[in-house]
Every structure is written in C-alpha cells, then in structure tokens.
C-alpha cells in the first residue's frame, strides 16, 4: 500500500489534533515505550483496551488475513497483544507522533507504520476494519462542544476507510466523577447518533475503568 499521496500533515492538522500530539510526545519522551508513555494509567489496563478493540475480528468470517488500520497506534501495543494472542493481521499502524512510529518500527520492523493524520488519508485506502484506542478519552484544552464535532468527525472518517466495521472506545458519562481533561459521552446518545450510518452495532459497557467499546459493522456480522 502506497500512503504517497497523503496531503502535507501541518497543513490540515486541527487544533485538537495539534494539542494531542504535543501531549502524546510529551508523555512519550518522558516514558518512552511504556503504558505510561502513551498516557495509560497501567500496563494491565492499557493491554484489556487492546483485546477489547480486538473483538472486532470476533465475528470474521472471511478465511482472507483481515486488514486492520489501527488509528492512533503509538508504539504498536494493539499488534503486540494480536501477536500474543496468536491473531493473524494484516496490519498498518497511523500516528500523528513520529517518536512513536519510530518506536513502533524498532519493536515491530515487519509491519508498516505511518506518521500521519487519519483526516489526510485518501478514501481510496479502504481496509476490512479500522479501530481508534484512547483518541476519544481525552480532550486535553479542547471544549466538550469542539471534542463531540471532532469525535463524529473521526468516526465517519473511519467508516469512510473501513470494508467490513469500525471500533473506538469513549469515557461514559455514567460516572459521579468527571476529570475537567477527559471527555465523556452518553453511550445511549452516541448510538442514537450513529443510526445514520449503521442499525448493527455492538456496545461493550462492563470494564472497570469507566468507559465503553463500541463496534459498528456494515452489515450483520453474522450469516444469515
């Protein structure tokens, strides 16, 4: 695959994308290739968030290698926890961080990794699935107005590149506690949202850490 034809990153970076790579490489300067260093709280935590984003494959039908864009990939944890659990990717990795990326092709030097922004990226790169993990936790300095405009944003690009389904992760707004830099959003809301683009959809709500997954799939993952 050819990303040649991305457009300039610094010539339409948003504002809130500009804040999250200077918070990222920060995070990741100071701790490196660590949970830390992508702003995780621990490493058992950070890698639950992986296998979660990875139960998009669950329902994969085809016997074809799926192709997976992994949207905000920092160091490639997401490729470290399919290669553990022994899951076959065709695997591409998109971060607005280039430590990161560098980073992610020490550690992983067989896969392809791509210092870039996901809002750059032609339509014409199309893959079966396409996750984004933690980009829709934060919102750092951004308003919660400009965060939610930003988070359909990403989700519809994300179902622009995606064949088969798309998968993020959001703080619930179900909680008695709200820190002033993270960004939380009513899950019920959030599924009335994208009706517009899907009637099939997954939502998993039970971690220990107050956020939820949601999968949206083109059509019924299941044959019928």
């Known amino acids: 695959m050819n990303f ?53 494959l669950d329902d ?40 990161m990326i560098t980073a992610a092709k020490k550690i992983h030097p067989s896969a392809k990794f791509f210092n870039n922004d996901i809002f750059a990226l032609s339509d014409r790169h199309r893959f079966d699935y396409v996750v984004a993990n933690g980009l829709l936790t934060q919102k750092l300095q951004a308003s919660n107005a400009a965060m939610e405009k930003f988070m359909f944003r990403l989700i519809n690009k994300m179902w622009s590149l995606a064949k088969i389904g798309i998968a993020f992760n959001v703080l619930t707004s179900r909680v008695d506690f709200k820190s002033p830099e993270n960004f939380y959003y009513d899950p019920a809301f959030l599924l009335k949202k994208t009706e517009k683009l899907t009637r099939f959809f997954k939502i998993r709500h039970d971690s220990s850490f107050f956020e939820y997954t949601v999968f949206l799939y083109k059509k019924s993952p299941f044959k019928s």
Not at 33 to 50: I, M, S, Y
């Open 60 to 99: 994969h039908s085809s016997n074809k290698i799926p192709s997976i864009l992994d949207v905000g990939c920092g160091f490639g944890s997401l490729l470290k926890i399919a290669k553990h659990q022994k899951i076959s990717l065709d695997y591409t990795g998109l971060d607005i961080v280039p430590e």
């Open 4 to 56: 040649a034809d991305f457009h300039t990153i610094l010539l339409f970076m948003d504002s809130i994308t500009r804040n999250f790579k200077k918070h990222y490489r920060s995070t990741f300067i100071t701790h490196g290739p660590t949970a830390k260093g992508a702003d995780w709280k621990n490493q058992t935590d950070a890698d639950l968030r992986c296998r979660f984003m990875l139960e998009i």
